[in-house]
């Protein structure tokens, strides 16, 4: 002991040292309670060691643990600690007289006895621990920690010490109360209410003390209250002052952490899954003892010292016994003679609980240990900790997500599956003897994002610096983690908030056996399963049904296993340098231990038959034979394996095996030797066989034959060693030397049946590779490829089996009936004895595999390898179907045809040859390429097959038929010496687009699949500064069509994803890798068909990203292969995930994925900074680079394939949006939730700072909005008596005057509207939004009817706010979130604070007040109404919560809708449609009837009447004046009394509707967007307010703008009228989107000729009457969806233009399209716009001059006469790409417009290098005038009686210094003309100024699409389905 801790110990009153300096108590230690003057002492104990100076005579300590030997000792026994010092270690094997050796034991063996205090008591002595490590015991940072106040050791009753009972030092608020527990049989605090917050005991009593408590562990034993939440804060002080709230409860749902507060999600009992953990108390809830290490707490989640305890607050509901703090570990659950056998220190009997004699502490009992053992902080971090952060820390790691689990079974023996459990790690020197890392294999874990609050750790284990990517090492930012059962491991990196499930991926079968070794396969004892390892994993198979389970945590190839005769332990080693080993539960896949061994490179391991012993072989670093003997009798009880002897030697070892009658004997074999082993005092002996003659023999296995009479003496065994020459040697282990030598040798019988077998190796022998014995047989195993079986005396060959390679290993299963082989090319099987017929359990590859292909009809896969094979196999089973074998030439790619049983592949020598898997034969085989085939692929459709070569040249082959057949040799097009990849060629999913790595490395360019013409060109070279390299490109993906993402991985660990169109950046990522290991490239990747999870192989390691997710948490990151891994892919149905690399690994696919994927149309890029997440904004990071990282398309390429402006996504350009933007939720009444419209991703969205403008003035007012938001949910509100009706459109509240049809809008809301509610008073109206990316929380807000003006602005939600709600009396609102977020908040209506804040265990889908009692308050949801009774105490509010289930015979439908009735009915509506009726007294459903075929979402009551509407759109009347007299009759009521007396069918879903008082009328909302006027009285329904079901997609002008026409995606074309926005004409065409439309020029001034053109989707076009209202002529000009449409001045012509570029000239009345123009061809359409011809200097004849604007940034003018069939090209404008944009997703689209007012000039507005509009002069050839723009323009109109210019954005946000306006050029000013609003509209005074000032900007919800100025008014429309009208 060093002097500093014996100056510690004797500040201690009366304490003595039991154990002075240099001597090792090796006994156990008790201590009696004893009292002296001076405190308690310490009685002499029956079994205590000798002590010198003590006067106690020593004894000799009793044996336990296994019995090696007559010489062995039993293990010295693990001692307890020091105060706060970290768990000891086990006891290490001391050998016979061997003495302990002196060490410096600090904190180690020495237990203070202080003053006795109240609260302490005595505590038995400390026992030391054995000198294993004594380094690292001597540096425990314990040492030098101050011992605690003696008054507080051993530990404290923290209620006796601060007299509770007295409540003059602590405070009870609320219900507390002492009563008396039956199981603990004495008095207990109840703390319990409705409110947590409001009922608890607080220790001390004022914030302004403190406990001032500093023991290590806090000790909570309490016991919840069935089905009730519980809270327990504590507030810690750190050592630098800093307070840290630290808080347990059921309440929280997940980990949750600040600088200065954490919450830990408290786990009661396990359920099934991990989303059922959080909840309620269980009704059996039992007592628990919470035990908290504060100190780890503390240091492992806010790297700070912990300090002293603050003080404690335990709030309802529990029951609560005692708190106890100490420095010491307790085991609760260690009995007086449990103790006396193991290294634990038991619980005291004052903090004990009682068990009753003949139970089991854990059958009554709950212990929770947190952290767990797996989390504790090696004490080297402790030490570490006390210095500046920045002396430990290499950078920000991760936040554990913790989840402390109550189990009935002690957590040190088991690991729960969700307690978090990272992987701690620092630099500085390790341990000694590193301590098992039972984290590692078993704890199924989430890991948030690393944060300035939340460092992490790095390894102290040495291994973690010897080898940074082992799956124990944490890299800053990463955990490591498994499954249960060890089956997946994965590595979580960043933040986990949008990956569920987590993890994603889960390993089903692996295909491959051996890697290392293909001598390692054993049989289990019970002879079921199959144990062998496949590279870095350890299978486990069931012979009997083909299951495999996994043990996964290796990082590199498993050299050795071993197995113990119980099948209780599983040991393992890995191949490389410093090797490590595990020791697994072979029952339950737990790591157990996790040790390094001495040999460095392990080949051989081999248990004792009890598993107490397991001795290795292999080399240590000199390369010398090394034979280690470890001791592993402690490893399941806590301890630790330790080295009990190890021996070098100069023999060569091949086999080593302990014997099964001898625990301390061992047999080796080798090189000319055979020896016989012997672990005696500590050490291992051994000594030689004579061999005699046979000395030179290499002898290669060996095995022990028992004796006929299962006599176990060593003289009765017998050894048997085969050889290499065919020797078999049977030697008698007693006298050592050879009793038989046999020699196999290959048959020669001359003219027999069967010619000479020939011998894989040379000699007269045939070489043994391996034998085993049974009692009856030996089973041997040779080079020749024969399995033999032969009696004992070896008289004749009793059956023999033939392999297709050398058998390497044999092994005879324990009943002797099966007999497993192994051969070194791969093969695993077994020969059933009984029926002679072998069986094959697995076959492999003998190299790397480098790529891999599927097929989908019929389940198959095949992977070609390094081992010049092709292999076909089945899916379903993993057993091999094909193999084909090339001697001459290596494989090298593969791929299946699409529609037929054939697959090709790609060879070294330039061949590519299709076989038959019908016909098993090569039918074709083409040889054009010179090189090695890189690259193979063909398309979806499989017309056409793709291949490339290593010399640069790119093949195109026909595939239309069986005989395919070369169509293109395209030379120098991919890049040369590219290694081959799966992904090295690309096509798209829609099969018109090729990609390729060419025609350099940094380059990538994308092709027409058909023609191979190029039509883009990507640079992604950029400097890559960890290796001052140029960045080259590796492997390329398309994403699905609809996403038009082309991905392409780089060699700098990037993964850039294009936009395959325009070339342009979209996002890029980088791809993780742990620190020091050299970046290695992703040779694979791929984007599953729902665009959700992108696969990367990324070195060794798999890596999922959540692709769809904008602020994109950090990927999952799954290790299991040895070697990198060279292809992945997502199986044909998309549930699967195949990884190939030294194994083919074939993973689940745990997430559900959608059919009807919405895909994103612009995923958003993060913003720059750390922390945010790996996907970037391109330009976040240019600054890091010398050079710009945008890719930059070249300005050769042709005209580019396109995706249409607008619409963004589609394959045909048109998407169905009815459903789009849907939140995705598990509830069955779905449709009762909040559904935000689908909102186009902005460019701008996320960016804030609006500047706003002057609230007054400005040239343009909001005048009218058409439409309704039928998304909302009770977004409606009427009073008939004062008349006031509002209702949501997008953000706006709209209030309007049914009989002037005069509208109000209030604006303010961030995001759509969800709901509204109108004060009983009908002063006050609530409206709630849902959250944007602007707001952390929906707003809502309160309104002043009368005035309109927003009085209060409150936030609370985190989600979007579901209903609301005003208390009768209207003092109270009531906010409902969704199902989500399920919090119900009450506020105060006098000043709208927050009251109450409830979490709900459950979703909710309706809540309501009592009209009658405005302390009642009701929610419904699943199967349950919940009755919440207000209970007011001063200020506070509690809710009082009664539960009622919803009895069987209403069904099992949840509660979707309810309202109340007369007193004290409630009707309720569920989603089977059944109404139920309660009685709210009794609690109780006395009534129930079916009242409609879909689910009730909305319920109204008045006088004896009822309305229900239903998600099928029928709204129903019910007279229920009946329903309070058969309340009486109870659960005997009948619905007969129930009639229905009126019944309307609405077009769509009722989601809201008000109604007078005696329910004769009402307005009513359905989600199709229309709002009626409903009048049972006549039965009829009147539509009030309608607009388009989905976006709104153009707005045109009718001749004298009495009318407009807008189209929609709904397939709709409307007509209005402008005077009123009523709607005056529909014309509606089903299942297609109306993309386009153009109205008629007038014509003669006839205006019956007045005609409508839309274009839609399926590429028809229809002409549309206006006068008649019919349609006149539908037409087929174009193969795809029509993206822009105009009449020619004459109205005689139409034009259209699609999204594949072309222009289709046709006649209106004829049908007949006469002119294609294919200028434009590659690149969407997205403007068509047509002039009178007046300038007559352009030099071309004609009437008309139109343009074309295509999405490539290219304009074409035309001059024509169609008449006279005349169409010349007047002008051809092509505008630059942008270099850099803003924008994300999809391009704005390229708009252009002739200038009104001067017929020379020409209008352009689109992406380029400036945000601008240009205009050009068509006389002059060139730019005149450019106008600067905020941002790109969505939309453009040109008013024609005015000079003004409008132009729409996608999002508006004043630029900084609005004040002034932008450059203006010399004759343009930018002058806005709008009011503040929400998105964007601009508008410019274009008269010939030269000075101007910005004045006002206005939004709209959503972005603009079109724009149409007329005369006086301008036409915008919207996302939001909205038409807004806006005056001048």
Known sequence: MTAEVMAEVALLPGSRCLASRGVLCAGRAEAKAGSSSGGAMARGSARRAGVPGSGVQGRRPERSGPRLGPEARAPAQAGSRLPGSHPRASGAWLPSGARARPASLAGVGVAGEGVESPGSCLLPEARPSPAVAPARVAESPDARRPLPAAWQHPFLNVFRHFRVDEWKRSAKQGDVAVVTDKTLKGAVYRIRGSVSAANYIQLPGSSTQSLGLTGRYLYVLFRPLPGKHFVIHLDVSTKDNQVIRVSFSNLFKEFKSTATWLQF????????????????????????????DLQDILLVYLNRCYGHLKSIRLCASLLVRNLYTSDLCFEPAISGAQWAKLPVTPMPREMAFPVPKGESWHDRYVHVRFPSDSLKVPSKLIEKSCSPPEAVLLGPGPQPLPCPVASSKPVRFSVSPVVQTPSPTASGRAPLAPRPFLEVSLSQERSDASNVDGPGFHSLEPWAHVEASDVHTAAAGTHVLTHESAEVPVVRTGSCEGFLPDPVLRLKGVIGFGGHSTRQALWTPDGAAVVYPCHAVIVVLLVDTGEQRFFLGHTDKVSALALDGSSSLLASAQARAPSVMRLWDFQTGQCLCLFRSPVHVVCSLSFSDSGALLCGVGKDHHGRTMVVAWGTGQVGLGGEVVVLAKAHTDFDVQAFRV???????????????????????????SCPVDLGEHHTLQFTDLAFK???????????????????????????????????????????????????????????????????????????????????????????????????GPVSSVCVSPDGLRVLSATSSGHLGFLDTLSRVYHMLARSHTAPVLALAMEQRRGQLATVSQDRTVRIWDLATLQQLYDFTSSEEAPCAVTFHPTRPTFFCGFSSGAVRSFSLEAAEVPVEHTCHRGAITGLTATPDGRLLFSSCSEGSLAQYSCADPHWHVLRVAADMVCPDAPASPSALAVSRDGHLLAFVGPSRCTVTVTDSASLDELLRVDIGTLDLASSRLDSAMAVCFGPAALGHLLVSTSSNRVVVLDAVSGRIIRESTVFQLPGVHPEPCPSLTLSEDARFLLIAAGRTIKVWDYTTQASPGPQVYIGHSEPVQAVAFSPDQQQVLSAGDAVFLWDVLATTESNQNFPVAPQACEAGSGIGPLEDASSRASELPQQQVPKPSQA??????????????????????????????????????????????????????????????????????????NGRANMVWRPDTGFFAYTC?????????????????????????????????????????????????????????????????????????????????????????????????????????????????PVHGVAFNPWDAGELTCVGQGTVTFRLLQQRGADISLQVRREPVPEAVGAGELTSLCYGAPPLLYCGTSSGQVCVWDTRAGRCFLSWEA????????????????????????????????????????????????????????????????????????????????????WAEGTSTRLISGHRSKVNEVVFGPGEAHCATCSEDGSVRVWALASMELVIQFQVLNQSCLCLAWSPPCCGRPEQQ???????????????????????????????????????????????????????SHPRTGTTFRVLSDHQGAPISTICVTCKECEDLGVEGTDLWLAASGDQRVSVWASDWLRNRCDLVDWLSFPMPATTETQGHLPPSLAAFCPWDGALLMYVGPGVYKEVIIYNLCQKQVVEKIPLPFFAMSLSLSPGSYLLAVGFAGLHRPPGCSSPPPATRSWCGRSLAAEMQQGLWCWASRLVTSGTWTQAWQRSQAVNGLMLGQARIHVNCLEQAVVNLAT
């Open 265 to 292: 999600p408290l786990v009661l009992e396990t359920r099934t899954s991990q989303r059922d953990l959080v909840g309620l108390a269980p009704s059996r809830a039992r007592w628990t003892c919470l035990q908290l």
């Open 659 to 685: 014997t099964f009658f001898d625990e301390t004997r061992m047999a080796s074999c080798g090189q000319g030797s055979v020896r016989l082993w012997r672990l005696r005092g500590g050490a291992l002996r």
């Open 706 to 804: 028992q004796a006929q009479d299962g006599c176990l003496e060593p003289l009765a065994a017998m050894l048997f060693v085969c050889s290499r020459s065919g020797h078999i040697l049977e030697i008698d282990c007693q006298r050592m030397v050879v009793r038989h030598a046999r020699r196999l040798l290959p048959t020669r019988t001359p003219g027999g049946p069967h010619p000479q077998k020939q011998t894989f190796s040379s000699g007269p022998g045939i070489a043994i590779s391996s034998l085993s014995i049974s009692p009856a047989m030996c089973a041997v195993g040779s080079e020749d490829g024969f399995l033999r079986l032969w009696p004992l005396d070896f008289s004749s060959v009793l059956l023999e089996a033939e392999h297709e």
């Open 1197 to 1270: 390429s042709l005209p580019r394939l396109g995706i249409c402006a607008r619409p963004p996504e589609g394959g045909d350009g048109v998407r169905d949006t009815r459903n789009s933007g849907a939140p995705r939720t598990t509830c069955l009444a779905s449709y009762k939730a909040f559904t935000p419209a689908r909102v186009s991703c902005s460019p701008h969205s996320a960016k804030v700072g609006t500047c706003l403008p002057p609230a007054s003035g400005g040239w343009l007012r909001l005048k009218a909005v058409v439409g309704y938001s039928g």
């Open 1290 to 1402: 997008g953000r706006l509240v709209v209030v309007e005057d049914l009989h002037s049809g005069a509208q109000q809008h209030w604006s303010g809301h961030s995001a759509e509207v969800s709901t509204l509610a109108l004060s009983h008073s009908a002063q006050v109206l609530a409206s709630a939004s849902g959250c944007s990316s602007t707001t952390a929380h929906c707003q809502i807000r309160v309104w002043d009817v009368s005035g309109g003006l927003c009085q209060h602005l409150i936030s609370h939600h985190s989600t979007t706010v579901l209903a609301l709600a005003f208390s009768p009396d209207d003092r109270l609102l009531v906010t409902l979130g969704d199902h989500d977020g399920r919090t119900l908040a009450l506020w105060g209506t006098t000043t709208y604070d927050l009251v109450s804040s409830t979490r709900l265990p459950e």
């Open 1492 to 1575: 409609d075929d879909g689910g009730i979402g909305l319920l109204l009551f008045s006088g004896s009447r009822l309305v229900s509407g239903s998600s099928v759109g029928r709204l129903r009347l019910w007279a229920v004046g009946a329903v309070s007299e058969l309340r009486c009759k109870g659960s005997g009521a009948r619905s007969s009394s129930v009639f229905m007396e009126h019944e309307l069918v609405l077009d769509g879903a009722v989601v809201s509707a008000s109604f007078d008082d005696s329910v004769d009328m009402g307005v009513v909302g359905t989600t199709a967007g229309t709002l009626w006027f409903v009048s």
């Open 1651 to 1705: 005609r409508l053109a839309a274009g839609y989707g399926d590429g028809s076009l229809r002409i549309f009457s206006v006068s008649r209202t019919a349609m006149e002529l539908k037409m087929h000009p174009h193969p795809v969806a029509l993206t822009a449409v105009a009449f020619s001045t004459d109205g005689q012509t139409v034009l259209s233009g699609d999204k594949d570029g072309l222009v289709a000239v």
